[in-house]
Nanobody, 117 residues
Framework: QVQLVESGGGLVQPGGSLTLSCAAS????????MGWYRQAPGKEREEVAR???????NYADSVKGRFTISRDNAKNAVYLRMNNLKPEDTAVYYC???????????WGQGTQVTVSS
């Protein structure tokens, strides 16, 4: 059973920064890609950023230029560096691991990020 454990969430003022971490219980190279999603109250879960085993990245338009996803294969970890945070970034952030065979997706339990003055 694959386990993903997020950490690093918290309360931050607008314009501040946070780094989220996702620790996997297995070799993350076994997944086609790793990603971060978020879900705000009353909204659907949305993809924030993704990174493939080859290191290719993709970001939601709303976070481009502010968020950076990275991975450390030796530590089986994925990170999300979030700069210039805005109140609309407030959400529960989830780590995701995706592979091309079933079961396709694994999820962490989520970590709360609150941006408020």
């Amino acid at each position: 059973q694959v386990q993903l454990v997020e950490s690093g969430g918290g309360l931050v003022q607008p314009g501040g920064s946070l780094t989220l971490s996702c620790a996997a219980s297995t070799n993350i190279n076994s997944f086609y890609r790793m990603g971060w999603y978020r879900q705000a109250p009353g909204k659907e879960r949305e993809e924030v950023a993704r990174i493939t085993t080859g290191g290719a990245t993709n970001y939601a338009d709303s976070v481009k230029g502010r968020f950076t996803i990275s991975r450390d294969n030796a530590k089986n970890a994925v990170y999300l560096r979030m700069n210039n945070l805005k109140p609309e970034d407030t959400a529960v952030y989830y780590c995701n691991a995706y592979r091309t065979w079933s079961p396709n997706d694994y999820w962490g339990q989520g970590t709360q990020v609150t941006v408020s003055s």
